[in-house]
């Protein structure tokens, strides 16, 4: 079975390097397609060395048809001292949106603050920071 037979049959908009969002476990887990093995797609979840396969309609979300049909809004929140990379600053790109509220696996990393801000995109306007935010956020640009 293929890709193709996995959109058919299901009515899903799986493709290879399609954006997922997998939330069967205890939270949910961003991942991309790599292929298609029988009738389950394999995604590698983001920060897993392997893919694994997935039933194409168990708790899958896909994000990029979701983005297809909606206006997105992209930001980048900057977090001190993540302990996916101790001391570093590290800004984490979302998409915002109709029903999509996901990080992107793209990230900016820098030995200070202003390492990292010199990586954003131009043209980017910093929010105030909300008191509700949590306390590692340190500022979100859009």
Same mark, same amino acid.
């Given at each position: 079975m293929s890709m193709d037979y996995i959109c058919s =049959?299901?009515?899903? *908009? %799986? &493709? /290879? $390097? $399609?954006?997922v969002r997998y939330t069967g476990g205890r939270h949910p887990q961003l991942g991309t397609i790599v292929d298609a093995q029988g009738a389950h797609l394999l995604i590698q979840i983001d920060g897993m060395q392997h893919a694994? *396969?997935? =039933?194409p309609t168990w708790q899958i979300e896909y994000l990029e048809a979701e983005a297809d049909h909606a206006q997105l809004l992209s930001m980048w929140v900057i977090i001190d001292n993540p302990s996916d990379h101790p001391g570093k600053f590290v800004a984490h790109r979302w998409l915002i949106g109709s029903g999509v509220q996901a990080a992107t696996h793209q990230c900016l990393v820098g030995n200070?603050?202003? @390492?990292?801000? %010199? /990586?954003? *995109? %131009?043209?980017?306007?910093?929010? %105030? &920071? @909300? *008191?509700? @935010?949590d306390r590692v956020i340190v500022e979100t640009w859009i």
């Open positions: =049959h299901y009515g899903v *908009p %799986a &493709r /290879q $390097g $399609g954006r694994m *396969p997935y =039933h200070t603050l202003d @390492d990292v801000r %010199a /990586q954003l *995109p %131009a043209f980017r306007v910093k929010l %105030a &920071r @909300d *008191p509700s @935010d």
